[in-house]
């Protein structure tokens, strides 16, 4: 039986959205877990949609010592306070239940904090600095880690989710998992591998549903032959960082099977550059073009509103959808899930069958983006407390707050107080409405939806309205990039924040 400590740090960070993310929300319950401690972590991640979760269900024959875990989801850059507090308790935690055998780690990757562009880097260095150079450190992170030089120095295994939309979130902890029980009885390896590549790759163009990211994944590796692990991450473009960006990692055995192996991924994917693209129309080519669809199909059409996604950090709250859609006429429309605190409070006070005259939405920018102002009938309140129930993040006890569903001619407007992506179906049926019987469903995230909302719809139409997150790197203003690199497949490269 070994000591294993455990625990988690996520944050996915759009440098490139206004605010920052504070320790209050860190510690907030909202569509994930409270911040937790000791073995609340356990009582809290068990059993649920998480690569921890995986983890600690393999490894029940071993001493589990939690140490804290903890998700700030997507948005701003993490403030010093917040950074110092968690990290500082987690590896206080870890130096107070020290010698341990082992550390598992369940991680995001793309975390930029106000101390350091390299969060989890940052950590990790922390973290082998308190176990000393012998004790084996495993890490999970999410397909969209930008991966840098110094997580995978500190660490002796690096597993990525292998799936876009992630429905392999607990199946990578097992991965985590079968790797750490490799080195709990070999020790630590010898070889590390990075290799980052040349271009960016747009979030809409990572889906592994289809090729080339389908194929590059199923590269995938851990325990096999010489290999601790073989992982490819297709990075998270809105992160400002030196090392942003896809990368190919791998742990081995010896140093020349890690280069072997690592080389060998990296030119195939270079090679398949062209191969990264995903077609995207406006909203009002977007619109009219469902609106003809829906007129003679019984399955829903989807709007992608990729751009006002708050898994990227953006805010949910845009209305250039929901604006088309009702100057064009549309029926039978939903849009899902715009976080408006203010609005649901307003409806709740009004109470179902009330018309509301308000401002909707477009209270956070960016620049362009205004609130939409019409008289809204209150179909529907909720508390806004449920589980979620799909394949992505299925399994979760969550709290959007009060909750509404408005309605303005033929269109309907599924409304949250606090931020969540369209990436599962619960919080339409608490509000009433199941998705599969609409005409339109128009919803706030770009990869995720497809895993519940593809497989009902007749077609999926991805449109392009001002939102937080850009789909198009290139339109980013970064100062910290390593020059040289294109901003996207094919693109244009980057020559350095004096260019800009």
Not at 114 to 136: K, M, N, W
Not at 291 to 305: E, F, H, K
Not at 328 to 340: I, N
Request: proline fraction near 7%; hydrophobic fraction near 40%.
């Amino acid at each position: 039986m070994a000591r294993i400590a455990v625990g988690g740090f996520h944050h996915e960070t759009n440098c490139f959205v206004n605010g920052r993310t504070d320790f209050a929300y860190f510690a907030s319950h909202r569509d994930r877990p409270p911040l937790v401690r000791g073995y609340e972590v356990i009582d809290w991640l068990g059993n649920t949609s998480f690569a921890l979760s995986g983890f600690l269900g393999q490894m029940q024959a071993h001493d589990i010592v939690p140490l804290l875990w903890t998700s700030g989801g997507a948005g701003g850059v993490v403030t010093a306070d917040a950074f110092e507090r968690i990290a500082g308790e987690l590896v206080g935690r870890l130096s107070s239940a020290s010698p341990v055998d082992a550390v598992y780690l369940d991680l995001h990757g793309a975390m930029v904090s106000e101390p350091f562009e390299d969060g989890e880097g940052e950590l990790l260095r922390r973290v082998r600095a308190a176990v000393g150079p012998d004790v084996p450190i495993a890490i999970s992170l999410d397909y969209h880690a930008n991966v840098t030089p110094e997580m995978v120095a500190c660490t002796d295994a690096l597993v990525g989710y292998r799936t876009y939309p992630h429905i392999d979130r607990v199946e990578t902890g097992r991965y985590a998992a079968q790797a750490l029980g490799v080195l709990l009885q070999r020790g630590r390896p010898r070889g590390r591998a990075l290799r980052k590549l040349p271009f960016l790759i747009p979030l809409n163009d990572q889906c592994t549903l289809v090729e080339p990211s389908k194929g590059v994944v199923a590269r995938s590796a851990v325990a096999e032959g010489d290999l601790v692990n073989l992982s490819y991450l297709a990075g998270f473009p809105p992160s400002d960082l030196c090392w942003c960006g896809p990368a190919v990692i791998a742990h081995a055995w010896t140093q020349e099977a890690a280069d072997a192996a690592a080389d060998a991924l990296a030119r195939e994917i270079e090679g398949r550059e062209p191969e990264f693209a995903v077609p995207m129309l406006s909203p009002e080519a977007g619109v009219r073009e469902a609106i003809a669809i829906a007129s003679t199909t019984s399955r829903p059409v989807v709007l992608c509103d990729t751009q006002d996604n708050p898994g990227c950090g953006a805010t949910a709250d845009t209305t250039g959808v929901l604006a088309t859609l009702v100057r064009l006429g549309a029926e039978g429309a939903v849009v899902g899930y715009l976080c408006d605190g203010e609005a649901a409070a307003a409806a709740h006070a009004a109470g179902v069958g009330a018309t509301i005259d308000i401002a909707l939405g477009g209270r956070s920018g960016p620049e362009g983006v205004e609130p939409f102002h019409a008289p809204f009938r209150v179909d529907a309140l909720a508390e806004g407390r449920m589980r979620t129930t799909g394949t992505v993040s299925g399994g979760r006890d969550i709290d959007l707050g009060p909750m509404t569903l408005l309605t303005v001619g033929g269109v309907s407007v599924a409304v949250t107080t606090k931020r969540m992506q369209a990436l599962d179906q619960a919080p339409f049926r608490h509000l009433g409405v199941e998705p599969k019987n609409q005409k339109i469903l128009a919803l706030k995230s770009t990869c995720h939806f497809r895993a519940e909302f593809e497989p009902m719809a007749e077609k999926v139409i991805v449109v392009i309205a001002p939102g937080g997150y850009l789909a198009d790197p290139a339109q980013y203003p970064f100062k910290r990039l390593r020059p040289g690199v294109r901003l996207r497949p094919l693109g244009p490269a980057f020559e350095g924040p004096q260019a800009k």
